[in-house]
């Protein structure tokens, strides 16, 4: 499934570009606002430093292209599954049908789902890693997903690979009902299967990952690690401050706030992620 | 008793005969006490028979519906409550125990709601903490070392979203009773008696076998939350209700569930120990079954029919 390969942060920045959401304050395309710490410096500054600001070390979203072309080894990978995509079969409407929220993402976008998964080489160690999007409806868990995820893990185990989950993701595709909730049963029962197969299942949380990306694979890893900063947590800060009629401290469910409660291995910066991956699996096999 | 909006005729036909019953009549009243029992149970099959998505979700909520306790209490004998999570502290919002049922101990573990103003609090209205998970884990292991069956019951308006129970990893703790409950020895069986709200109703409810009774829900969010969400406002519930497609009626068509426990006309508070009867017979003939395989066998199946949940599409891109 080899095609043609832009440098990733030239698709990025057109992906960019595209999404008003999104969208990066950069007047003409050269300099870049910081989500952060909002200092303005070059877009190629932006790009060198894989999408992390040279002032305050905000890591900026970037999409599972962005992940799988740092990992690999000399940016070759198999993308596997695209062939799957999500269908509206409750017929679920709310301020529109399922089915045209599906074909507008997809137009705005040109992603197919909120998961992408594959696999290559990382330090000389196969690894298969399923990576999440979140411009595609906030990267939320439905069907696809789920299914994305398992055929990774059964990709995973036939070929002896480690495994490895970026989550980007608000939680569960209320479009799908009991299917997106039944997806985080899903992908814990296959990751039982992966891990008697003694392989290593990395889980990187980025910013966000919240609901059920949480509640089932994302805090489930062999090693359980975080960009810095990202918003790690079951229940959004606001659903808790409504419920708690309390303001929450600075700095609550953030990646520092889930190492210090013991809930992460190690916070990594995506400026050394390739390395440490590599190392770890190193030491997996060693 | 408490009667719902739409249960007035019922209400009505109960006030007369409570009339008929015990007032003091110098004539004697036009229609005995009898006939009117007969008209209310007409009544009542009725009302119950054609319920909408939003009213069954008002039974499941109904403040004298039957919990945990109370099944245990009427479905068992012998049952020794068993407290805490060995670590932090005992959640009150989940509860559970080694009982004898039909003759064999099992393990039963379920969500616990208050019965009065006071005891709701006490229950935190049945929404767990992380420790709440942590203990429910505990006793199922306990289980699987003494080859007991479990049971869950599912009744929580979800995992509780507090400070205190973010910090103490709410979803690290849901997200291992998933993993570890998968791979348990001993059969499992889960059924819904009220609420099924989202992951912390998940966060009991990997086994072999899901059942929900006749008037309950389960579903990703509930439909207030996901009013809010998508709709942007409180007042969607009934569009969310029916858009979700939560019922047991639906869940059963769709795959999801294995089988509707029936509940007594007028609902499971209409008549508690009809319910938790049905619900004690919908128990012991599952068990009989899933007792006939192996612990493999079981396991295996248990992979198998989580690992096909999902509808998607194959096009080649
Ligand atoms: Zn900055």
Same mark, same amino acid.
């Given at each position: 499934m080899s095609q043609e390969r832009v440098p990733w942060w030239k698709r990025l920045r057109k992906g960019v570009e595209t999404n008003t959401e999104q969208k990066l304050e950069t007047p003409d395309g050269v300099w870049h606002k910081c989500n952060g710490c909002k200092k303005v410096y070059l877009t190629t500054q932006l790009e060198e430093n894989l999408y992390?600001?040279?002032?305050?070390?905000y890591h900026e979203r970037v999409d599972a292209e962005a992940y799988f072309s740092i990992l690999f080894d000399e940016e070759d990978y198999n993308e596997l599954f695209r062939e799957l995509t999500p269908v509206d079969f409750l017929e679920f409407t709310d301020s529109k049908p399922y089915s045209k929220r599906i074909t507008e993402t997809e137009d705005k976008t040109? /992603?197919?789902? %909120?998961m992408r998964v594959a696999s290559g080489k990382t330090g000389g160690y196969r690894l298969t890693v399923a990576a999440m999007d979140f411009r595609y409806i906030g990267g939320s868990m439905g069907s696809v997903m789920g299914e994305k995820i398992a055929r990774g893990i059964d990709h995973a185990i036939k070929n002896k690979t480690a495994f490895m989950i970026i989550s980007r993701s608000g939680g !569960?595709?209320?479009?799908? %009902?009991a299917f997106s909730l039944m997806q985080m049963a899903k992908t814990s029962a296959k990751l039982t299967q992966l891990a008697e197969a003694k392989l290593p299942y990395i889980s990187l949380m980025t910013n966000p990952t919240t609901g059920g990306v949480t509640a089932s694979? !994302?805090? /489930?890893?062999d090693f359980n690690i975080a960009e810095p900063g990202a918003l790690i947590g079951f229940a959004g800060p606001r659903v808790i401050e409504e419920t708690t009629r309390k303001k929450l401290p600075e700095g609550f469910q953030t990646s520092e706030f889930q190492l210090e409660n013991g809930f992460l291995d190690f916070i990594i910066d995506r400026k050394e992620l390739k390395s440490k991956i590599g190392q770890l699996l190193g030491l997996m096999q060693g | 008793m408490t009667y719902l909006d739409f249960e007035k005729p019922i209400e009505e036909l109960q006030k007369q005969i409570d009339h008929v019953r015990n007032g003091k009549h110098l004539i004697k009243p036009k229609v005995s006490a009898e006939e009117l029992e007969i008209r209310l149970r007409e009544t009542q099959n009725d009302i119950y028979s054609r319920l909408s998505t939003w009213q069954r979700i008002q039974v499941s909520r109904h403040p004298e519906r039957p919990y945990t306790l109370a099944y245990i209490e009427k479905m068992t004998t012998n049952f020794i409550e068993l407290f805490g999570d060995r670590s932090f502290r005992d959640d009150k919002a989940i509860v559970g125990g080694f009982a004898e049922l039909n003759g064999e101990t099992v393990m039963i573990i379920g969500h616990q709601k208050g019965i009065n103003t006071k005891m709701r609090q006490y229950r935190n209205f049945g929404m767990p903490n992380p420790e709440g998970y942590r203990k429910a884990l505990r006793l199922m292991k306990l289980a699987e070392k003494f080859n007991k069956p479990i049971i869950t019951l599912i009744d929580t308006p979800g995992a509780y979203p507090g400070e205190e129970a973010e910090q103490r990893g709410q979803g690290e703790a849901i997200a291992r009773n998933l993993f570890e409950m998968v791979t348990l020895k001993v059969p499992v069986l889960c059924i819904v008696i009220g609420e099924g709200a989202s992951g912390g109703a998940l966060g009991i409810g990997i086994g072999d076998r899901l059942m929900m009774l006749e008037n309950t829900w389960y579903s990703v969010i509930s439909p207030e939350s996901c009013s809010s969400i998508?709709?942007?406002?409180?007042?969607?519930k009934e569009k969310a209700a029916n858009a979700l497609k939560p019922t047991p009626q639906d869940l059963l068509q769709l795959g999801i569930i294995d089988g509707i426990i029936p509940e007594p006309p007028g609902g499971a508070h209409a008549n508690p120990d009809e319910a938790a009867s049905n619900l004690k017979a919908a128990i012991i003939a599952n068990l009989t079954e899933l007792k006939k395989l192996s612990a493999e066998e079981r396991i295996t199946k248990r992979i198998d029919r989580y690992s096909h949940i999902g509808i998607y599409q194959t096009e080649q891109a």
């Open positions: 992390t600001c040279p002032h305050c070390n040109g /992603l197919r789902e %909120s !569960a595709r209320m479009q799908e %009902s694979f !994302a805090m /489930l890893g | 998508l709709w942007r406002s409180w007042d969607f």
